[in-house]
């Protein structure tokens, strides 16, 4: 048992954090701020990481991955235009914070990883904190969800050269994608949108710092 003051410095760790860093950086997005508000970022690191864990800083969670800093995952949530409604398709589970933020604005999160220790923690982490909506598969991303079908959203969360064709070709009309592009070390965010006539619209957002995805349509392997 935890003593119970512990509840009460993380909820406070976590005002702090979504106070000083996401609502004083440009996240509006009410429904954004209260999912960062409530979920407990600790949970999804390990134990000698949780008081990092509402900080300003990526997190180690093995296999030489990272879980991206608070503002970076508010960030992709935001860009998403989220209502409530949508299924969403979700490339690089990691440690799964990012699937249980999604999971809490949408309805229904299918989300893929390559590295098969790293999807075991996640499912069994989001199946006892009761995420029921939310489908995980281990697997190449780039290749796209593997059953033919559209997504309301789609999000990458590891870096890639180009957003991989699969992915768009997955993209529903009126439908948002958002993926980290760029090189190995340094990329921009950017949104994909397909409008209801099914062309394809592109922006770049803000800059950011993932680790590379790795597959047929990603960087072909993982030296550096
Ligand atoms: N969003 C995650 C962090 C992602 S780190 C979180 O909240 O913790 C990027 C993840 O993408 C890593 O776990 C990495 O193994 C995974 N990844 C890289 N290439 C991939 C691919 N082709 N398909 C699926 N997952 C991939």
């Known amino acids: 048992?935890?003593?119970?003051?512990?509840?009460?410095?993380?909820s406070r760790a976590r005002d702090r954090m979504v106070r000083e860093?996401?609502?004083?950086?440009g996240i509006d997005d009410p429904r954004v701020l209260a999912v960062m508000r409530e979920t407990l970022r600790h949970l999804f690191v390990e134990e000698a990481?949780?008081?990092?864990?509402?900080?300003?800083?990526?997190?180690?969670?093995g296999e030489g991955q990272t879980l991206s800093q608070p503002l970076t995952v508010a960030r992709m949530s935001q860009a998403l235009r989220l209502a409530?409604?949508?299924e969403i398709l979700e490339i690089g589970t990691g440690s799964g914070y990012q699937t249980a933020i999604l999971a809490k604005l949408c309805h229904k999160v299918y989300t893929i990883e390559r590295l098969p220790t790293l999807a075991d923690t996640a499912r069994k982490r989001?199946?006892?904190?009761?995420?029921?909506?939310v489908v995980c598969r281990v697997g190449d991303g780039t290749l796209g969800w593997p059953e033919e079908r559209l997504f309301d959203r789609v999000i990458i969360t590891a870096g890639t050269p180009v957003t991989p064709e699969s992915l768009i070709r997955q993209l529903a009309p009126q439908g948002l994608l958002v993926a980290p592009e760029g090189s190995r070390s340094a990329q921009n965010?950017?949104?994909i949108a397909r409008l209801a006539d099914g062309s394809i619209q592109r922006e770049t957002l803000d800059p950011c710092c993932f680790v590379p995805l790795?597959?047929?349509?990603?960087?072909?392997?993982?030296?550096?």
Do not use: C, F, V
């Open 189 to 191: 965010l950017i949104r």
């Open 84 to 86: 409530g409604n949508e």
């Open 1 to 10: 048992m935890k003593p119970p003051e512990h509840g009460m410095i993380s």
């Open 21 to 25: 860093l996401l609502e004083n950086q």
């Open 49 to 61: 990481l949780a008081s990092r864990a509402y900080g300003d800083e990526n997190l180690p969670i």
């Open 126 to 133: 989001l199946r006892r904190l009761g995420y029921h909506n």
């Open 214 to 224: 790795i597959g047929a349509q990603g960087w072909r392997d993982s030296t550096p």
